[in-house]
């Protein structure tokens, strides 16, 4: 059962092209949507996190687009760069505290130069 | 800082043989977790630790057991191995208060293969 989908599996994206991820929800008690970034061979890493009162968060060239309403984020990448290839997987908090994350099966990105 | 390290990075068991996975953080987190990543899956909670000596079941438990007699450690075991937890596992430990409560910091993995 999986309680956070994530769209697509794959993507290939031209270097300086925006990368787009979708994720989509059913739990409305889920109160922070992190993103993961991990490259081949290493643990994931925390990339950006937004919570649900709030419509977009911008880090860089990293934006989380939020519609709490349609129960979906996303993840834009923009001037995407080759080395911005990896897999990102986006999450989201349950109300059981703890900090205990459930993730998204994950998104293949890889940036053609 | 080392940060959360694991051990071992790769290993190979036949089915029904054990063994121990072992994590360690030194960043005084009171929270620690185990994950299997599977492709296709993402990351599974396995099992979570919010202190020293208490442990919860995550997601997919089952064939799988943690101890944790020292807060810096948290170990996986697997008593009778299965070809179905083939998979790469990552530990990630959290603070429990402090600005960085929300973020989980992760191991470098260590890929296990059942024959």
């Known amino acids: 059962q999986q309680q956070v989908k994530q769209s697509p599996q794959s993507l290939i994206v031209q270097k300086g092209g925006i990368s787009i991820i979708n994720c989509a929800y059913e739990?409305?008690?889920?109160?922070?949507f992190p993103w993961y970034q991990q490259f081949p061979g290493k643990g994931p890493a925390l990339l950006i996190a937004i919570r649900p009162d709030v419509s977009e968060k911008k880090e860089g060239r990293f934006t989380i687009s939020f519609n709490k309403s349609a129960k979906q984020f996303s993840l834009h990448i923009m001037d995407s760069q080759p080395g911005d290839s990896a897999t990102y997987f986006c999450a989201a908090r349950g109300a059981g505290g703890y900090n205990k994350l459930i993730f998204g099966a994950g998104t293949r990105l890889a940036v053609h130069p | 800082n080392a940060g959360v390290t694991q051990t071992p990075k790769f290993r190979v068991l036949k089915t029904g043989q054990s063994m121990t996975l072992l994590c360690a953080q030194d960043?005084?987190?009171?929270?620690m977790y185990w994950y299997r990543q599977d492709p296709g899956m993402g990351l599974r909670l396995i099992h979570y630790s919010v202190g020293e000596g208490t442990t919860a079941k995550g997601e997919v438990p089952d064939g799988y057991n943690v101890s944790r007699l020292k807060k810096q450690n948290f170990l996986l075991g697997l008593e009778s191995a299965a070809p179905s937890q083939t998979s790469v596992y990552f530990c990630?430990?959290?603070?429990?208060?402090?600005?960085?409560?929300?973020?989980?910091?992760f191991g470098p993995g260590t890929r296990l293969l059942v024959l």
């Open positions: 739990n409305t008690a889920f109160d922070y």
């Open positions: 990630a430990s959290t603070p429990s208060r402090g600005g960085a409560q929300e973020t989980q910091y």
């Open positions: 960043m005084n987190h009171e929270y």
